[in-house]
């Protein structure tokens, strides 16, 4: 049989959602992702890109729905593009979220039955993240149904998938706390009354950049962080009085300064505008202090429950050395601690070792030490492994892109009893799994914890132990 041709329109039946969100459907035998379908769903599409082993397909009409549809909440599905599937029942989410772990650890993995022996839920799924970032913009994203004159010179919200310099204007995210909606409005209504210009990235103008707001979960404290190109504080006094006037649970108020061209966050310095320069939040019996640019699980509910499982699968008798591999602010090796004889914590950004210290300090953890370590070269440039014990186990929690291949030998030769693995990309944390298995590791068990629902997002834990040292 012929396969399609580009631009040809095509009647498929949806059977699965591959890992990122995209419905996946076969036509003879060649693959074709949908974004926007659903499985289960009978859909028209129109073939957009043809390659030699998949094409991509753009959704024309659901010709017969799902019986696992669901009737999204939010105004503002699917324009936005924050959550995927607030439209698929969220049982059916977690089902095809297990099914995209397991294949991933088949394909990618190398694994021929690979098993997933725990899976979390979310108690919450709507109002679960205690953080979110909204950018300003003087190029609002107008939607078909909006009469021509339509104001367009400004908007405070989330990017258009697909467009780095338009904003859609958002008024409720289903997804952050309803406090945070009521912030987010009350930023936009000020800011548009007082007339400060939002920026424009394309022209690297304009002073209003970002807003950042910030809650810890047990404690009801919250921060907002306004991002702008300069320092001009006397500026955001109407923002910074209004919130205070509104909103009596801010009890913090920051401004972080960039005066970078890239569209990142992260201010080049901070001034305190109200409040203290931290918020807290617990996880376990732990507190942690929280600044405007650290970071912290950003569904710390779902975050304890990962820790747990981490600890668990470790199964520590109390006289081991851990390494924490990407410790971040610490979270993780306070967590362990008190499991453990010592902790040492690796990580490359120096302010969140600073934060990991503190945190140790102001939990009264005396037996972790942490170290500013650029991981894919530090264990061989250092002699820091000749001057501390080694590892009984080792802990990891890399970022999306996974660790380095020199960083994963790094870890062999450390010869540890257990390695394991937290992953927010179960297709990487495949790949590295598969490495340590060349080298003597085996996989034992393996989590999924869904940190995100209605997004294509996974969290994954991995057990690994060394067939010669069980």
């Not at 108020?253 to 939040?281: F, M, Q």
């Not at 992953?423 to 995100?452: H, I, W, Y």
Request: with cysteine; charged share 25%.
């Amino acid at each position: 049989m012929l396969r399609p041709k580009k631009g040809d329109e095509l009647e498929l039946t949806i059977e699965s959602l591959a890992f990122g969100g995209k419905g996946v459907a076969h036509l003879n035998g060649y693959v074709i992702f949908i974004k926007g379908a659903l499985p289960d769903q009978k859909v028209l599409a129109r073939l957009t890109k043809r390659r030699n082993g998949y094409g991509e397909a753009k959704l024309l009409e659901i010709l017969k729905e799902t019986p696992s549809s669901a009737t999204s909440k939010c105004g503002h599905f699917p324009t936005c593009g924050g959550c995927s599937f607030q439209n698929l029942d969220y049982d059916a989410q977690i089902e095809q979220k297990k099914a995209q772990v397991i294949d991933i650890f088949r394909r990618i993995g190398c694994m021929e039955k690979p098993k997933l022996h725990q899976v979390v839920p979310a108690e919450e799924i709507f109002h679960y993240r205690n953080k979110m970032e909204f950018s300003f913009s003087n190029r609002r994203w107008v939607l078909s149904d909006e009469e021509e004159n339509a104001e367009a010179d400004f908007a405070l919200g989330l990017h258009i998938p697909g467009r780095y310099d338009k904003i859609l204007d958002i008024s409720t995210c289903w997804i952050q706390k309803p406090i945070a909606n009521e912030i987010l409005n009350t930023v936009r209504n000020i800011a548009k009354k007082t007339g400060l210009a939002p920026y424009n990235i394309r022209e690297h103008s304009g002073y209003l950049r970002h807003l950042i707001i910030r809650l810890g979960e047990k404690t009801d404290e919250v921060m907002v962080n306004i991002v702008t190109s300069k320092e001009e504080r006397e500026l955001l006094e109407p923002i910074v009085d209004g919130i205070k006037k509104v909103h009596p649970r801010v009890t913090s108020i920051v401004n972080n300064i960039t005066r970078r061209k890239a569209g990142v966050s992260y201010g080049e310095w901070e001034v305190l505008l109200y409040g203290r320069p931290t918020i807290t939040d617990h996880m376990g019996d732990f507190t942690f202090e929280i600044s405007a640019n650290s970071f912290f699980q950003t569904n710390s509910i779902q975050g304890e429950k990962l820790y747990k499982i981490a600890r668990d699968f470790a199964e520590f008798r109390g006289d081991e050395i851990l390494y924490d591999l990407y410790c971040g602010t610490g979270s993780t090796s306070i967590f362990m601690a008190q499991q453990v004889k010592q902790v040492y914590g690796f990580e490359v950004v120096p302010p969140a070792v600073e934060d990991a210290v503190r945190n140790a300090v102001s939990n009264r953890i005396i037996n972790c030490r942490f170290f500013s370590a650029n991981l894919d070269k530090f264990f061989r440039k250092s002699s820091i492994l000749s001057e501390i014990e080694p590892p009984d186990i080792v802990l990891l929690d890399p970022p999306r892109a996974g660790m380095h291949p020199k960083l994963v030998n790094d870890v062999v030769n450390m010869s540890p009893e257990k390695i394991v693995y937290i992953s927010c990309n179960p297709s990487t944390q495949a790949r590295d799994v598969a490495l340590f298995s060349e080298n003597g590791f085996e996989l034992k068990n393996l989590a999924m914890v869904d940190m995100f629902p209605h997004t294509p997002h996974i969290e994954t834990v991995a057990l690994l132990t060394h067939h010669g040292k069980r």
